[in-house]
RNA sequence: GCCGGGGUGGCGGAAUGGUAGACGCGCUGGACUCAAAAUCCAGUGUUGGCAACAACAUGAGGGUUCGAGUCCCUCCCCCGGCACCA
C-alpha cells in the first residue's frame, strides 16, 4: 500500500484542473452567481510567504465551498504591476520594467498554482499591459470630462527618495507610505481627481456595506465630515475679514482672540510693524519644523500676537488675532476662532499667554476648559438661558442675515493627487497646447503607450523620465493641429487598481473597459478579502471609482464590494512580523520540498485560528496537519484494500452525519477552524470504528466519499486523489455538497445534568423521551443529590428541557 | 487622548446564559521494532489525595441570574488604526 506522498499527486492534479479548465467562469444565469476576489498582489518583487497563502487560502476555500453548493463562481488573478519596484530593477539593470514584472509574475503564479488554488487563468489581467491602461486612460479622460480631474498648483507631498508627489493618503505620520523616509513640501502643479466632491455619498453608502467596524469608521475618520458653520470676522482696522469654520457657533460670545495658522495668506498683511520681526521668525520656525515634530500632541501651544485685532460679530468686543501652529493651514480656512473656556486647546493657549477666559456655556466644571458640554447659555446677550444645540443655529441664522456667517460642512479628507513623476504607470492622456490648454487625447490615440527609454533615472528636476524622449512629447496638438507637449507625469498606481475588479468580468474586451452585462453579471464583488492595511487608499479610491462610473451609466451599482474580509495575519513563529532582514521568513516554496505539500499548508493556514485573526505561523503544527491526512489517506487505501463485506452498523452514518452538520453548518459561518477540527474528530472516530466493523463494506465507501467531500474545499489535491481511487466519476470539486439525514442524529437517550445551586455534581444517563417528573425523580434519587437534599425538599427546581436540572436549597 | 479588535491550560485555540478547555501542538506512558524513525493506542488545567473525590480556575474587582468565559458597571494589559480637525 502506498504512502501519502503530495508531490506525488499534486503537480499531477493542477495540470489537470488547468487542461480541463473546471474553474472557468462562464456567465451562466441558471445558477446564482458568486463573485470571490482576493486584493491581486503588488509585484513588489518580494516573494510570497505563508502570511500572503492565507489570504489566497481564505478565497479559495469560499470560492471552493460555493461551487460545491451549486454557486456559479468567478474566482480571478492578476497582477498590480506599475510601481516603483520595477522601476528601481529598471534603473538598476538598465532593463525595461516589463521584464522583472514578467518574472515576477510567472513567479508569483507559480506560486499560486502549486497551492492548488482555483483560479480561473484564462482571466488573468496586468495592469502594466497597453491593453489594460489604454482602460485606465480611458477612465481617467471620463474623470476629465466630468470635470473631476484637474491640475493646480501648491504644496505638494514630495518623497525625496522616490523623488515624487505623493496622496495625502501615501504620506503616513510624515513620512512615505512607499519607502519610510520623511516628506518634504514642493510647491508643484499636478493633476488631482476630485475625491471631495463624492465625500458625502462615501460616507452614506457605507452603511449599507457588510464591511467590519474597523474599516468603516477608518473610512469615516478619514473622510471627516464635520458640520458647522463659516463666521466671518472683521478687522478692527482695514477691510480684511477673517473667516473660520466652527462646530460650535453657540460659543461665539466665548471667542475672545483669534489664531491663524502661521501659513494663512493673510498673515503678512495684518502684521504690525511692531510685531514683524518676531511674526517672520515664528513662521519661519514653524516651515522648519518637520510635519512629524508639529503633530506630536502633548506638545507646549506656542503662538505670537500679530498686533492686529478683529471684531467679534456676537458683540463687537475687539479681541486680538494671534498665529500659532496648533492650527492647521489645510484644515477648515486656518484660522480659528478661539473659545478658552470651551476647548482644550484655546483653553492652554489663553492660560499660557494670559488671554481673557469667559464661559457662554453653564456647566459644573469652572476651572476647566468644557469642550462637549451642552447646557444653558450665558454671558451671551439675548441668547442667555437658551439651550446650546440651539443658540448654535440661532446665532448662525441671525448673524446670516447680515451675511457674515453661513452654514457650512466641512471635511478632513482632499482631494486625490494622481501625477506621478515616474516612468513606470500609466501616462496621463492630455496634450498641452500653447492655445487650447489641456487638451484631452482622443479616445482613438489610446492608449499612450509608455515609450522605451535608454535611463530610467528620474531627472533631477523633478520631471518623470518621459520628459526626456522627444518624440513622446513633442506632438501635435488635437484641437488645432499646432506644437503641442504631452504631460509626462503617469499616474498613481492605485488609479489601476479602482477598477481592475470590473475588468476580470471581461478582461479581454478590445472596445470598452468591460460589457456593462458582463459588469452587471458579475459585479459586486461578493467576498472581497485582503488584508486591513488598504483601509483607506484602495478601498476609498475604488469606491470614488465605481461611483463615478455609475454616475456616467456605465454601470447600475454604486459599491463595488458588498462584503469585504480582513484576514488576520500571519506572524513569524517569534510572535513577529515576516520580514527578510529579521530572517523569520517562512514560505511555501520551502515547507512543500520540505516534503508537507500544499494541502496540508492550506489546511494549517485555517486551522491555526479563525481566519480574521492574527496568528503566529507553528512549525510543529504542520506536522498535526499533514498526518490528519495522511490518516484520511490511509483510511482509504485500507478500505480499498480491503475484502469486499455486507457488514453494517449505525455508528458510521451517525458520525458522518453530525459531521456533515458541523462542517457544513461552520461553513457558512466561515468557521474554518472548526469545520477542520470537526473532521478530524470524525476521522478519529472511524479510526475506532474500523476496530469493529469490516472496512470492504458500501457503508464505509459512502461514509469516505462524503468525508472527502466535506475536506475537498480545504484540501483539494488529497481529495480529488481519493475521489478517484474510491471510483466516483468527475471532480470533487464539482461534486454536490453532501447534505445530512437529520433523523441519525436524534438519540434514544440523552445526558441530564444536575446541579445543586448552580454546581454540577452528578449526571445521568435516561431515555430521550423521558417527562420532567421523571427527571426530578431520578434526580433527587442519585444517591450524591440525595446527599445533598439531606431529605428536604429543594426550595426551587429548574428544569432546562433534555439538557440540565438545578435544585436550589 | 479617541476609534476598532482582543485577554481562556505549557502553546494555537473551542464553547445558542446550562458539564469550561472541543480539535491540534507539545509532553508522559504503552504497543510494534534488534534499535530508531514512522505508525497505532492511552493519559495530560492547577492543588490535595493511592483512589473515589474535593477545592480552585476564563486579565482584576463589583453586579444581574437558580446558573456567567458569555449579559451589565468600573478598571488593567496587549494588538491595529487615527491623532492639536476648530
Not at 479581454?508 to 487608499?537: C, Q, R, T
Request: proline residues 5%; aromatic residues 10%; charged residues 25%.
Amino acid at each position: 500500500m502506498k504512502r501519502y506522498n503530495p508531490k506525488e499527486i499534486e503537480p499531477k492534479w493542477q495540470k489537470t484542473w488547468e487542461e480541463q479548465g473546471i474553474y472557468r467562469a462562464s456567465e451562466d444565469p441558471s445558477k446564482p452567481k458568486r463573485y470571490v476576489l482576493e486584493f491581486f498582489p503588488y509585484l513588489s518583487g518580494a516573494a510570497m510567504h505563508v502570511g500572503h497563502v492565507r489570504n489566497y487560502a481564505i478565497g479559495d476555500v469560499i470560492a471552493r465551498f460555493a461551487r460545491m453548493q451549486g454557486q456559479n463562481v468567478l474566482h480571478p488573478m492578476g497582477w498590480d504591476a506599475f510601481g516603483l519596484p520595477a522601476e528601481n530593477y529598471a534603473i538598476k539593470t538598465g532593463n525595461s520594467p516589463s521584464l522583472m514584472i514578467k518574472e515576477a509574475s510567472a513567479k508569483f503564479k507559480e506560486q499560486l498554482a502549486q497551492m492548488g488554488f482555483s483560479y480561473d487563468w484564462s482571466r488573468e489581467i496586468n495592469s502594466s499591459d497597453p491593453s489594460y491602461y489604454k482602460w485606465t486612460q480611458w477612465l481617467f479622460l471620463l474623470l476629465y470630462k466630468r470635470g473631476l480631474a484637474y491640475q493646480q498648483t501648491g504644496l505638494q507631498w514630495w518623497c525625496p527618495v522616490d523623488k515624487t508627489v505623493l496622496a495625502n493618503e501615501q504620506v503616513e505620520a510624515g513620512k512615505c507610505w512607499r519607502c519610510g523616509s520623511d516628506v518634504e513640501k514642493k510647491s508643484l502643479k499636478q493633476w488631482f481627481f476630485k475625491i471631495t466632491e463624492y465625500a458625502d455619498r462615501l460616507l452614506e453608502d457605507l452603511g449599507d456595506l457588510e464591511w467590519s467596524d474597523a474599516i468603516k469608521t477608518m473610512q469615516r475618520n478619514w473622510i471627516g465630515k464635520s458640520t458647522g458653520a463659516e463666521i466671518d470676522f472683521k478687522l478692527a482696522e482695514g477691510s480684511e475679514v477673517i473667516r473660520v469654520f466652527t462646530t460650535r457657533a453657540d460659543t461665539l460670545f466665548g471667542a475672545t482672540f483669534m489664531v491663524l495658522a502661521p501659513e494663512h495668506p493673510l498673515v503678512k498683511r495684518i502684521t504690525t510693524t511692531g510685531q514683524k520681526k518676531s511674526i517672520e521668525d515664528y513662521v519661519k520656525e514653524s516651515q522648519a519644523k518637520s510635519d512629524i515634530e508639529r503633530q506630536e500632541t502633548d506638545r507646549e501651544k506656542t503662538g505670537i500676537f500679530t498686533g492686529s485685532y478683529a471684531t467679534n460679530p456676537a458683540n463687537n468686543a475687539k479681541i486680538p488675532v494671534w498665529i500659532a501652529d496648533y492650527v492647521l493651514g489645510g484644515y477648515g480656512t486656518g484660522a480659528i476662532m478661539a473659545v478658552p473656556a470651551h476647548d482644550e486647546r484655546d483653553w492652554k493657549f489663553a492660560k499660557k499667554y494670559k488671554l481673557p477666559i469667559i464661559r457662554v456655556v453653564q456647566n459644573e466644571a469652572p476651572d476647566e476648559a468644557c469642550t462637549h458640554d451642552e447646557g444653558l447659555m450665558m454671558n451671551s446677550g439675548i441668547y442667555d438661558d437658551m439651550r446650546s444645540e440651539e443658540a448654535r443655529e440661532q446665532i448662525v441664522a441671525d448673524l446670516n442675515k447680515s451675511g457674515v456667517a453661513d452654514e457650512h460642512v466641512n471635511y478632513k479628507i482632499r482631494d486625490w493627487l494622481i501625477s506621478r513623476q515616474r516612468y513606470w504607470g500609466a501616462p496621463i492622456p492630455i496634450i498641452h497646447c500653447p492655445k487650447d490648454g489641456a487638451v484631452a487625447v482622443p479616445e482613438d490615440q489610446l492608449p499612450v503607450i509608455i515609450p522605451e527609454i535608454e535611463s530610467y533615472e528620474p531627472s533631477g528636476d523633478g520631471r518623470s523620465p518621459l520628459a526626456r524622449v522627444e518624440e513622446f512629447v513633442n506632438v501635435p496638438c488635437p484641437k488645432c493641429g499646432g506644437p503641442a507637449e504631452r504631460e509626462t507625469d503617469t499616474m498613481d498606481g492605485f488609479a489601476c487598481s479602482s477598477w481592475y475588479f470590473l475588468r476580470f468580468a471581461d478582461p479581454h474586451n478590445a472596445n470598452a473597459a468591460f460589457d456593462k452585462s458582463k459588469a452587471e453579471f458579475w459585479l459586486p464583488v461578493d467576498d472581497y478579502i485582503g488584508g486591513a492595511d488598504h483601509a483607506v487608499m484602495h478601498l476609498l479610491y475604488a469606491r470614488f471609482w465605481t461611483k463615478v462610473m455609475f454616475d456616467e451609466g456605465l454601470i447600475e451599482f454604486k459599491e463595488p464590494f458588498k462584503t469585504l474580509r480582513n484576514q488576520g495575519n500571519i506572524l513569524a513563529p517569534d510572535g513577529q512580523k515576516m520580514s527578510k532582514s529579521k530572517g523569520n521568513v517562512i514560505s511555501p516554496d520551502e515547507l512543500i520540498s520540505q516534503g508537507y505539500g500544499a494541502d496540508s499548508i492550506r489546511l494549517m493556514e485555517l486551522f491555526i485560528g479563525p481566519w480574521n485573526q492574527s496568528a503566529a505561523w507553528s512549525v510543529e503544527g504542520m506536522g498535526g496537519t499533514f498526518r490528519f491526512l495522511q490518516r484520511v489517506w490511509t483510511l482509504v487505501q485500507e478500505h480499498i484494500a480491503s475484502e469486499e463485506s455486507e457488514d453494517i452498523t449505525p455508528e458510521l452514518p451517525r458520525a458522518l452525519a453530525k459531521a456533515t452538520k458541523a462542517v457544513s453548518l461552520d461553513m457558512h459561518e466561515l468557521g474554518f477552524n472548526t469545520s477542520i477540527a470537526s473532521l478530524m474528530e470524525l476521522v478519529n472516530e472511524l479510526y475506532k470504528l474500523k476496530t469493529i466493523t469490516k472496512l470492504g463494506s458500501a457503508q464505509w465507501k459512502a461514509v469516505l466519499t462524503t468525508l472527502i467531500q466535506l475536506l475537498a474545499p480545504f484540501a483539494p489535491h488529497i481529495t480529488e486523489e481519493l475521489w478517484q481511487r474510491l471510483g466516483n466519476t468527475g471532480s470533487v470539486h464539482t461534486s454536490e455538497w453532501p447534505s445530512w439525514d437529520e433523523k441519525l442524529l436524534i438519540s434514544e437517550t440523552m445526558t441530564i445534568v444536575i446541579q445543586v445551586n448552580g454546581k454540577v455534581r452528578a449526571n445521568i444517563e435516561m431515555p430521550a423521551a423521558s417527562s420532567e417528573s421523571d427527571v426530578t425523580k431520578l434526580a433527587q434519587s442519585h444517591e450524591k443529590i440525595a446527599e445533598y437534599l439531606q431529605g428536604k425538599a429543594a426550595q426551587k427546581v429548574i428544569y432546562v428541557p433534555n439538557k440540565l436540572i438545578n435544585f436550589v436549597i
